[in-house]
């Protein structure tokens, strides 16, 4: 079945460091691909999505691209900031039109000053 | 625009007791989810509804958990009766369907404990 597979840290930087997290799909179809942030307390926001290959979601600093020949779609920040705390969940729709979201197991970033 | 509406923010109860927990869509969203976090099994969807009709309930744990929409703008997730292993944060996400791959909102969930 559809899953996704992301990095699970948790991961401490400092403040203006250059971020990575890493997720991998496996899908039938052309599945929608999404980063979701969740800050401490609240409940899970849309960070960035892209529709189809090649396509680049950015958002507040943060892009990913979907790559089909790699099926990822890896997040990166140039310079993180201690309000980018927070857990990152990578997800994809199941294809075919489906509203069902598919979530990675979130990692936790912490930024420190 | 108000966003998704839980409550209560948080419960309390002991064990066999039943727990109601709310959600208010956002207006004129047309698809509700709910879902369950905890530390140890992360994010699980639980169900989701289209049009008031429930599509996918495979995520229900068991027959002691039951969701309606007894209107195109609310929900509730009942637990009957409650177990400690029920203890977990849980949210409901609203989302305007359309050709799928929509943006769900989430509500700021339900923290609930079971004694």
């Known amino acids: 079945g559809d899953s996704v597979t992301q990095m699970e840290g948790p991961v401490t930087l400092s403040e203006e460091a250059f971020l990575t997290i890493n997720c991998t799909y496996t899908a039938t179809g052309y599945p929608s691909l999404f980063w979701y942030v969740q800050y401490p307390g609240e409940g899970l926001q849309l960070l960035l999505k892209?529709?189809?290959?090649?396509d680049k979601g950015s958002n507040k600093g943060f892009e990913a691209t979907y790559r089909k020949e790699t099926t990822s779609f890896h997040l990166e920040k140039g310079s993180v900031q201690v309000s980018d705390s927070a857990v990152y969940f990578c997800?994809?729709?199941?294809?075919?039109?489906?509203?069902?979201?598919?979530f990675g197991k979130g990692m936790k970033l912490t930024v420190n000053p | 625009d108000a966003g998704v509406i839980q409550s209560p923010r948080h419960e309390v109860t002991e064990m066999g007791q039943e727990v109601t927990l709310r959600c208010k869509l956002i207006?004129?969203?047309?698809?509700l989810f709910w879902y369950r976090q905890t530390m140890m099994r992360g994010l699980e969807l639980l169900i989701y509804f289209n049009n008031n009709v429930p599509i996918d309930d495979s995520g229900m744990p068991e027959d002691r958990f039951s969701a309606k929409m007894p209107n195109a703008s609310f929900s509730t997730l009942k637990i009957q009766p409650s177990e400690p292993r029920d203890s977990a944060v849980y949210f409901c996400?609203?989302?305007?369907?359309?050709?799928?791959?929509?943006?769900?909102?989430f509500g700021p969930g339900t923290r609930l404990l079971v004694l």
């Open positions: 207006s004129g969203h047309n698809s």
């Open positions: 996400a609203s989302s305007l369907r359309m050709s799928g791959g929509e943006t769900q909102y």
């Open positions: 997800a994809l729709s199941v294809a075919g039109g489906s509203e069902k979201l598919v």
């Open positions: 892209a529709t189809k290959a090649d």
